[in-house]
């Protein structure tokens, strides 16, 4: 008997495992997938490591810091600051054709950029500015209202509300269109007043650490260990069952599967409502280059793109991908330290808004031949936006959204989970609850806090 | 355990949750959260430590003597003289 079975090993499930570990618990980690990571994992391909997820992990304050997620974490999961290594980018941008808005991890930066931009708006943002201090955290009613409402009513000038959305809504906004006011606010918080860094070793290095101090504390990994049943009795979940038919106790289950999903597990639901999945799901293009990015005038780390004034964000309605806007990542244009040196290779990343159902369906052949050719289109929309970096390509890959269900069984391939998130990760059963991207917090840091929180607040009652 | 004990176990407990911390000019008489910026989820943590490693129990409405070094070590004298 488990005092606590957590489904999934990824950021959410590993930091939710140490907590309990720590406080002497018995836990046993479930995962499905051969590896671990969920949506932030990693693998390996001719002889090269790339990263599944991970861009650049927000919420990054310095060494030193006590205030903020990053400080937070380290403190519940008593890691120093060095145990990650995180390396600060050099810079990034919105762009978007007739604005170009910098920003680093100073907010002072994107403020003289709005101001050299939008000069008619400086008092507006920094109004905005003031009511994203403002805004409390736990608050479910305020998480929910309209976040464009509220640009609306601060922001005058329709362009600088769409740039300000759109690295947000990239980075963090399960809904499409519009983004809840708290989802507005905490990935403000996370990009502009903390910032962007990246362990010179990728993903893989926090996902080591988190694995080693677990299984230091006497948690239990299993991998390749699908939950497919969680056996309900009048209101309280007994035992899950997996894949392979075992069936295992525990008195409690933390489950960061989504929303949704778990609801599909448990025996006392027949059919989950399927209409509130999310539906934001990406292709990825990575190329692999001959040289560094900044050899061809690429120094940024970041670049989220829009060729229109509208920022379009919501699944295609008619095609595989939507390269109207996207993403460009460098691994390459972040500050690391001396004696780490450079990476062994230039990588460049594009993501692109894609439709989960379109790939999915696809049959092996012609699904081979849909990654060649959304590669192509993806990377010749980014190209406007970055120097063109194609003649210096040695090698490439592309991930869809049926990659992203295979590492992180949500529905759809939802990369930030349903729109609907569950803040205080209650269900209807009085020992399941939820942990992860359908619990609130995104991004690397957000998942680790949303397991710590989860786990301190369900399974850690002093 | 007598009161300089105590305050070793709680310097080893900080030690423990915010090891990047330097904790040798800590200043008994000013409280945890303004020097070290500690919030709610680290006092409950210094709570469930005190638990785990000296079976001392800290009711919630005790929370608040918990603010400084000083007062930590006084409210956890009587509690603690048992603890070897």
């Known amino acids: 008997m488990y005092d606590t079975i957590i489904i999934g090993a990824g950021m959410s499930g590993l930091a939710a495992g140490i907590r309990l570990a720590h406080y002497d618990q018995k836990v046993c980690i479930l995962e499905r997938h051969y590896t671990i990571g969920g949506l932030n994992s990693f693998y390996r391909m001719n002889g090269r490591d790339y990263d599944v997820g991970l861009h650049a992990v927000t919420n990054f304050t310095e060494k030193g810091a006590r205030k903020g997620p990053l400080a937070r974490i ?21 762009v978007f054709p007739s604005a170009n808005l910098r920003f680093d991890n100073d907010l002072d930066l994107l403020r003289s950029e709005v101001a050299r931009e939008f ?4 008092d507006n943002f920094e109004s905005l500015i003031a009511r994203i201090v403002d805004y409390d955290d736990l608050d479910q009613e305020a998480f929910e209202i309209s976040g464009r409402q509220v640009l609306n009513s601060t922001i005058t000038e329709p362009l600088l509300i769409e740039m300000i959305l759109c690295p947000l809504m990239w980075y963090g906004n399960a809904d499409s269109h519009d983004m809840a006011w708290g989802q507005f606010c905490i990935m403000f918080r996370s990009i502009f007043f903390e910032g962007f860094a990246r ?29 497919s049943k969680i056996h309900v009795d009048n209101g ?44 934001m799901t990406f292709i990825e293009s990575i190329s692999v280059l001959d040289r560094e990015p900044s050899k061809i005038g690429n120094d940024d780390t970041i670049v989220f793109y829009n060729d229109s004034d509208k920022f379009n964000w919501h699944p295609p309605t008619d095609d595989y991908c939507d390269t109207r806007t996207g993403v460009i990542c460098s691994p390459n244009n972040y500050v690391y330290a001396d004696e780490d040196g450079k990476l062994a290779d230039g990588i460049l990343r594009i993501t692109t808004i894609a439709d989960y159902q379109r790939w999915n369906d696809l049959p092996d052949d012609d699904y081979a031949r849909a990654k060649l050719k959304w590669y192509d289109r993806s990377v010749e929309s980014s190209v406007r936006f970055t120097p063109d970096f194609r003649p210096y390509v040695i090698d490439t890959d592309l991930f869809t959204p049926k990659t992203i269900r ?37 991004g690397i ?18 | 355990m007598v009161p300089t004990e105590i305050r070793q176990a709680i310097i080893d407990i900080l030690a ?15 409280s945890f959260r303004d020097q070290m910026e500690l919030d709610s989820m680290d006092f409950l943590d210094i709570v469930m430590e005190l638990r785990k490693r000296y079976r001392v129990q800290v009711p919630e409405e005790d929370y608040s003597n918990l603010d400084s070094m000083a007062s930590t070590v006084s409210y956890l004298t009587p509690k603690m003289v048992a603890v070897v």
């Not at chain 1, 840091?445 to 002093?462: E, F, V």
């Open chain 1, 236 to 279: 309280h979940a007994t035992t899950v069952e997996l894949d392979n038919g075992e069936t295992i106790e525990g008195k409690r289950i933390l489950s960061s599967a989504g929303s949704l999903e778990t609801m599909r597990l448990c025996s006392d639901v027949s059919a989950p409502d399927t209409t509130k999945a999310g539906a």
């Open chain 1, 406 to 442: 295979r590492f992180t069984w949500h529905d759809n391939g939802a990369v930030y989970g349903a729109p609907e998130k569950k803040l205080d990760g209650t269900t209807h059963l009085d020992n399941l609850f939820l942990c992860g991207t359908d619990q609130g917090y995104v």
């Open chain 1, 119 to 122: 000069p008619g708006q400086i």
């Open chain 1, 199 to 227: 362990p010179y070793k990728g993903v893989r290095l926090i996902l080591k650490n988190l694995v080693k101090r677990y299984r230091g504390l006497g948690g239990e990994l299993k991998l390749r260990h699908g939950v």
């Open chain 2, 16 to 30: 423990d949750i915010a090891p990047d911390e330097d904790l040798t000019n800590l200043n008994d008489d000013q």
């Open chain 1, 74 to 94: 380290l403190r519940q999961l008593r890691f120093k600051w060095d145990d990650f290594s995180l390396s600060p980018q050099k810079g990034s941008r919105v």
């Open chain 1, 445 to 462: 840091i957000g998942a680790m806090m949303s397991g710590i929180s989860m786990a301190n607040l369900h399974c850690l009652k002093p």
